[in-house]
């Protein structure tokens, strides 16, 4: 069980940041070049970035339940006595991709309010954007590649 959860968590996470990389910069670029929003590619690759992201948050919750990185770390070890690489997996890196999910979710529902093309590709382009930046900041890089 454990090692199938870990192991879709590890090769989603490569579709999700490639994903979400597309559509910030398809965003970035749809604003910059002050194009339409389209629903056949802007909208889908914004929501498709959307929904691979709440399938990870799922899948990463799970994991958190039953791998001896996650919450019986904390259990076991107490907040105080994690190291900064068991801290990373147990307390960071949920708590930092949580709160990206959360911020890429208020940007797709932001976009919906909007009828302008330009403030849709705005609210894309800022809310995923700090959602990569925040996901990026706390991968377990080495384990990851490991
Ligand atoms: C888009 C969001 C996320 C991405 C891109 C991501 C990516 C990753 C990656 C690349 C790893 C290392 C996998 C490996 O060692 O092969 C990992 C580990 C882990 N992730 Fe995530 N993750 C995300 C969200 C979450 C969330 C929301 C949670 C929990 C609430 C979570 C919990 C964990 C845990 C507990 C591990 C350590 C697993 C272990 O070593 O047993 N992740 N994640």
């Given at each position: 069980m454990y090692e199938i959860i870990q192991m879709l968590h590890s090769y989603l996470a490569y579709v999700a940041l490639a994903i979400l990389f597309f559509a910030v910069a398809n965003a970035i670029m749809g604003l910059v070049g002050n194009k339409m929003f389209t629903m056949t590619k802007d909208l889908r690759l914004s929501l498709f970035a959307l929904i691979i992201c709440h399938i990870q948050l799922v899948v990463g919750l799970i994991l958190y339940f039953v791998?001896?990185?996650?919450?019986s770390a904390i259990q076991e070890f107490g907040m105080g006595g994690l190291t900064s690489a068991a801290r990373l997996l147990a307390v960071e890196h949920p708590f930092v991709n949580i709160l990206a999910i959360i911020l890429i979710t208020v940007g797709w529902s932001r976009h919906?309010?909007?009828?302008d093309g330009n403030k849709k590709f705005k609210s894309i382009a800022i809310f995923y954007g700090l959602g990569l930046i925040l996901i990026l900041s706390r991968i377990p890089w080495g384990q990851w590649f490991n």
């Open positions: 791998s001896v990185n996650g919450f919906k309010k909007f009828l």
